[in-house]
């Protein structure tokens, strides 16, 4: 995967073979990608990279992370629950996604007409990383670490894996992720991880 944001928008997110070449997907919605990265750095979010995808952030906190796919492109929000979402723009990213909090454009011009309502969704999530907000956690949910909420905002088809796992393999990645003192250990062990989850196993089956 790419580290290097310039890469993104010159080659592609790395994660498949289809990398720098003209049938990779970030190719296809280039323009609606730099309209989304206009946007983004108008509104003061501070441009890196985390998982071979573009990530805004503010205030110490992800805001917001672009991905491109083959039918569309999309912007996805970090901590969903929060965002009122009076629109009512926001989607699922996948069926066991518990959050809308992604929004899908099918059209490059799309960012472009849509720009002042983008403005004032990012808005609202600066204004929660600023105050600190979270959204509040149910009872019955497994805590995951931080490192592998933002995996799975990141990847909707490792977050939709993962839902659908019991709760016995979600918690074995927990046990697993929490022996690890250092975040960047932990995001190493989740990449290692991921083809793990998609098979539908936990972290200590083979």
């Known amino acids: 995967m790419i580290t290097e944001i310039a890469d993104y928008f010159g080659k592609g997110c790395g994660r498949c073979d289809r990398f720098a070449t003209a049938d990779c997907s970030v190719q296809r919605w280039m323009e609606g990608l730099a309209g989304l990265r206009r946007i983004c750095l108008a509104a003061g979010l501070t441009e890196t990279v985390k998982w071979g995808h573009p990530v805004y952030m503010h205030a110490g906190r992800n805001i917001t992370l ?9 912007m996805s929000f970090f901590n969903p629950g929060l965002m009122k979402d009076p629109e009512g723009i926001l989607e699922k990213a996948g069926p066991n996604t518990r959050e ?3 929004l899908f454009f ?12 983008l403005r004032a969704y990012i808005a609202e999530a600066m204004d929660y990383a600023e105050q600190g ?3 509040q956690k149910t009872a019955q949910e497994i805590e995951l670490p931080e490192e592998l909420v933002e995996a799975l905002d990141a990847d909707p088809e490792l977050a939709e894996a993962f839902h659908a796992l019991t709760p016995g393999r979600q918690r074995s990645y927990v046990i697993n992720l929490n022996g690890a003192k250092a975040s960047a250990t932990r995001q190493a062990r989740i990449a290692k991880f991921r083809s793990h989850i998609i098979a539908g196993k936990g972290a200590t089956e083979r």
């Open 66 to 74: 672009f991905g491109a796919f083959r039918n569309d492109f999309r």
């Open 100 to 102: 809308a909090g992604v």
């Open 106 to 117: 099918r059209e490059n011009e799309a960012p472009a007409r849509m720009e002042k309502v």
């Open 133 to 135: 907000i979270l959204p």
